[in-house]
């Protein structure tokens, strides 16, 4: 586990690129790099330092990548609530605009067909990369406390119908698909996420009560935060 503890925002975002590079230049020779993102407000600052770094990344590791969503919340891709809709404005738009992706290096949701989570899978079969924000609650994707999903053994996307967050209905990686992941940064941002840090780090807890731990499953963890320990 490598652990960033720094309230100067700058320092954490030099520190994340860093790392988030050197993972990118490992995986140069795959035949595509799937980064998975999250929704919320914890992975901003990343977002605006990866915009502000991206062009440097030399364009034959550019054009292999892909972004796709760790989680998503069932509504139309232009509702406020869609993951998609939040991470295309504030920052997938803004790469598409300066023409460093293109649209089809986007893999968003069928949202209104039956089987979304399954469909989802087939074109996103696994991740390479992750960048993973943490709820309050400790939840991760939408992988919350105590939740039924957390004993799934199945390696793909699950359906949740009745998430304690609203949107109630969505998608998520299964606890399964963690373990595939080969780079796995993980922020806790905020004061708000105090309690969650607190409760990673508390050998007393398991994934059950704190499913940001499942992230320790991964091969290489980057844990970014502005609070102390
Ligand atoms: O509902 C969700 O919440 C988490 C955390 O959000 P944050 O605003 O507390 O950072 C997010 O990672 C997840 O993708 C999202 O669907």
């Not at 943490?134 to 999903?149: N, W």
């Not at 004061?191 to 499953?217: E, G, R, S, V």
């Amino acid at each position: 586990m490598n652990f960033f503890s720094e309230s100067n925002i700058q320092e954490l975002q030099e520190m994340f690129w860093k790392n988030f590079e050197k993972s990118l230049l490992d995986l140069k020779n795959n035949e595509h790099i799937y980064i998975g993102l999250s929704g919320g407000t914890s992975l901003n600052y990343f977002y605006e330092k990866i915009l502000k770094n991206f062009k440097n990344i030399e364009f034959e590791i550019r054009k292999k990548i892909i972004f796709v969503f760790v989680d998503e919340r069932i509504v139309s891709l232009n509702h406020k609530d869609s993951n998609y809709k939040q991470i295309k404005d504030f920052f997938l738009g803004k790469l598409i605009d300066q023409n460093l992706i293109n649209q089809d290096q986007i893999i968003s949701i069928n949202y209104d067909i039956e089987n979304i989570a399954d469909d989802y899978f087939s074109k996103v079969p696994y991740i390479d990369i992750s960048l993973i924000g943490v709820g309050e609650d400790g939840h991760i994707a939408s992988l919350f406390p105590k939740h039924i999903l957390l004993q799934s053994k199945e390696k793909k996307y699950l359906s949740i119908n009745d998430s304690p967050k609203k949107p109630s209905h969505r998608i998520t990686i299964s606890p399964e698909m963690i373990k595939d992941i080969k780079y796995g940064f993980i922020f806790f941002m905020g004061d708000a996420k105090q309690k969650a840090l607190n409760n990673f780090f508390d050998n007393n807890l398991i994934y059950k009560d704190c499913p940001a731990k499942l992230i320790n499953n991964t091969k290489n963890v980057f844990l970014f935060t502005d609070l102390k320990l």
